[in-house]
Nanobody
Framework: QVRLYESGGGLMQAGGSLRLSCEVP????????MAWFRQAPAKEREFVAG????????NYVDSVKGRFTISRDYADKKVYLQMNNLKSEDTAVYYC?????????????????WGQGTQVIVSS
């Protein structure tokens, strides 16, 4: 069983920035598709951004394009989500997910492995 670990959430004012990290200690994401999902209270889990570890291709939900960036670090074996110009509607629990297949899917059921989530709260 692969368990992902997220970090970097917190409380931020609107317009500010946060960077989320995702890792699997001792493992690489080679060959995997990685994604960030989020779930706000009383809402369904929503795809935010995805990245294919091998070729670096990315995909984003329209609401975060131009504000969020998903990236990978080969040396640290981590996936990041840089979130800039945060808005109150970005408030949610953010989850890192991994799938052994490609292309990048925006459907949560396509991902086999998940983290516990990290809370992001944006105050207006």
């Amino acid at each position: 069983q692969v368990r992902l670990y997220e970090s970097g959430g917190g409380l931020m004012q609107a317009g500010g920035s946060l960077r989320l990290s995702c890792e699997v200690p001792g493992r690489t994401f080679s060959g995997y598709t990685m994604a960030w999902f989020r779930q706000a209270p009383a809402k369904e889990r929503e795809f935010v951004a995805g990245l294919h570890w091998g070729d670096g291709s990315t995909n984003y939900v329209d609401s975060v394009k131009g504000r969020f960036t998903i990236s990978r670090d080969y040396a640290d074996k981590k996936v990041y989500l840089q979130m800039n110009n945060l808005k109150s509607e970005d408030t949610a629990v953010y989850y890192c997910a991994a799938a052994r297949s490609s292309p990048i899917s925006d459907t949560w059921s396509a991902y086999e492995y998940w983290g516990q989530g990290t809370q992001v709260i944006v105050s207006s």
